[in-house]
């Protein structure tokens, strides 16, 4: 167990390392000078030599390499561009905006998606089953940033029920979290059902009805124990994708969260920011597969030893 | 592939139905294209016809069924030049992510060793990530053009490949007839393309039509952000992000070039799900 640990752990550090290295990059093949968009286009040839050396440009490659991830180490990733204030300040100010919409999202994902994925699984090729299994292929198919438009569209200019945009009250939060539960309920609806399917067959589950228990008591204590396994291991996965930041949705919605943060910067080419952004979502994602990985070996009996 | 959908009692019948629809959708949407090319100047600047409802006819007798924007282009001839963007973007990314993602998967489970456990290890990491978070993090370091997109939308999608190509090479690996080709002599290039490679034809297949509709909701994403097509290509995703500033006073801009991206990816949906079940009839193993 400690062995396997070891080695996601040395895995998840070099999942950071790679992704701070190659922002660190590709911010030099960039578009545009950041110390361009930052002193002006005009300035003095003087003024940019001067501006390189206050930010290090002027220093060999690696050398700078070396000083940014020693300082993103400790979460100093410079100033912004843009606002002039430091970009971690920034960045972790977004988190708690992002980690509602990621825990509102996952339950009403869990809500949804595994009561309806068990039904459709006991009454298969019923009307029920059609429904769901054909609605789930439908809902990943249909754009998330379109379905949040329409959604816009409908409940907030149409019917004015929900407010469309930012966060300015607790029922903000509906139209994203909806938005951004549709696509991942269908596909953890469908693991679901074959996950359900496969329970049903399986001996254990006829010893039990043949042992007397009701159909219900089948289901809670025999088939949702077991074939909920994999949809926790998937939805812990999409929590950590959650937390890294919705960006479309988020942008849509004008969610103040990090995927939002994301865009907005990539668009204003606030370079330093965009890179704070990408390292914590890395951090994020990363954080979240490992603890899935974890409490995986943990939870199955068939990896202990 | 993320559904797994296990192959439960479905009937002929049903199977049928899918497969008629699915070819249904495909044929409409290769008409769309078809006539694109052939019929169709390109959506022209009529300032006389701004922001028009759907089925308005215009001065010149032609009908807008879906509308016309804020610079009184025909919303429908936009989207069928969409399509066009959209489905080039999406065929080259699928294609260019299947070559390098087959040579590659092809060379780790063949030379096998410490190149095959670091390429896993990469794939992992990459597959670690949502592929939409990694093309909007390559795609802000770009200039936007088509052919950025492509690359960034390929790169985003070679890992799966890989290990599905690296997965089967293993497997034929161990086949007699294998063996049987490198000790009869036949130089390692025959062996590779006559015994190895056609194992993999069914299964890329159809995940390649399988990443052809994710990647067409990829491209509509990337567009949307402004980091996708450039801005004198027309896309569907650009179309919906320009019709935003329009909700109140249009809303038909925004939301029916959606209908258009759903049709279209519910039917290589299909249409890859129809591959699957068929070709694993046929004896493939899709692994």
Redesign the interface.
């Known amino acids: 167990m400690w062995r396997y640990v070891l080695k996601r752990l040395l895995?998840a550090i070099?999942?950071v390392m790679?992704a701070a290295v190659?922002?660190f990059v590709?911010?030099r093949?960039?578009?545009g000078d950041p110390v361009l968009i930052l002193i002006g286009e005009y300035a003095t040839p003087e003024q940019i030599a001067a501006a390189r050396a206050e930010f290090g440009l002027d220093r060999p490659l690696l050398e700078q390499l070396a000083i940014y991830v020693w300082k993103a180490l400790r979460l100093d990733f410079g100033q912004s561009i843009t606002q002039g204030i430091p970009v971690a300040q920034i960045v972790l100010g977004r988190m708690p905006e992002t980690l509602l919409l990621a825990t509102v999202t996952m339950v009403l994902i869990m809500l949804v998606s595994v009561p309806l994925g068990m039904m459709s699984a006991v009454r298969?090729?019923r009307p029920l089953d059609r429904v769901a299994t054909g609605g789930s292929?439908?809902a990943?198919?249909?754009?998330?940033?379109?379905v949040g438009?329409?959604l816009?569209?409908v409940f907030a200019?149409w019917l004015h029920l929900l407010p469309s945009a930012g966060f300015v009250g607790p029922s903000s939060i509906i139209l994203p979290a909806v938005t951004l539960a549709l696509p991942l309920a269908a596909?953890n609806l469908?693991?679901m059902r074959?996950e359900t399917?496969?329970v049903l067959n399986a001996p254990y589950i006829t010893l039990a009805r043949a042992r007397g228990l009701s159909h219900r008591a089948v289901l809670r204590r025999h088939v949702l124990r077991n074939a909920i396994i994999p949809a926790l291991t998937v939805m812990g996965?999409q929590f950590g994708?959650l937390l890294?930041?919705a960006?479309?949705v988020e942008?849509v919605f004008g969610w103040p969260g990090l995927g939002e943060l994301?865009?907005r910067s990539?668009?204003g080419r606030d370079y330093p920011v965009?890179q704070g952004c990408?390292i914590v979502?890395?951090v994020m994602?990363?954080t979240a597969?490992l603890i899935v990985d974890i409490a995986y070996r943990r939870i199955d009996p068939r990896f202990r030893t | 592939m993320t559904q797994s959908a296990a192959p439960v009692s479905e009937s002929d019948a049903w199977q049928t139905r899918w497969l008629w629809l699915a070819l249904a959708l495909l044929v409409i949407a290769l008409g769309i294209w078809f006539f694109a090319t052939v019929e169709l100047a390109p959506a022209r600047v009529n300032t006389r016809a701004r922001l028009l409802p759907p089925f308005s006819v215009l001065q010149d007798g032609s009908l807008a069924i879906f509308g016309t924007d804020q610079i009184g282009r025909d919303v429908f001839r936009q989207v069928i030049e969409g399509a066009q963007t959209s489905l080039f973007i999406a065929l080259s990314a699928a294609l260019i992510s299947a070559a390098f993602g087959a040579v590659l998967g092809v060379a780790a489970g063949w030379i096998g060793g410490r190149f095959d456990s670091f390429m896993m290890r990469i794939v992992d990491v990459q597959l670690s990530f949502p592929s939409i978070l990694i093309a909007v993090f390559l795609a802000a370091f770009l200039t936007p053009s088509l052919i950025s997109v492509i690359l960034v939308l390929a790169i985003t999608r070679w890992a799966m490949i890989t290990r599905l190509s690296r997965a089967i090479t293993v497997r034929a690996r161990k086949q007699g007839y294998v063996e049987a080709a490198l000790v009869s002599g036949f130089p390692l290039w025959k062996v590779l393309s006559t015994c190895v490679a056609p194992n993999l034809y069914a299964p890329l297949l159809v995940v390649i039509t399988a990443e052809v509709s994710e990647l067409i909701l990829a491209e509509a994403a990337l567009s949307f952000l402004g980091i996708g097509t450039p801005s004198d290509v027309t896309s569907w995703g650009r179309i919906i992000s320009q019709g935003r500033n329009y909700l109140d006073t249009a809303w038909w801009i925004a939301t029916l070039p959606g209908l258009a991206i759903a049709v279209v990816v519910i039917g290589i949906g299909l249409a890859s799900e129809v591959l699957r079940r068929r070709l694993t009839k046929a004896g493939w193993t899709m692994l």
């Open positions: 895995t070099l999942t790679i190659a922002t590709m911010v093949f960039a578009p298969q090729d292929f439908v990943l198919s249909l754009p998330d940033f379109w438009i329409v816009i569209l200019r596909l469908r693991l074959n399917l496969n996965v994708k890294g930041g960006a479309i942008t994301l865009v990539i668009n965009v990408i979502i890395t994602v990363v597969n």
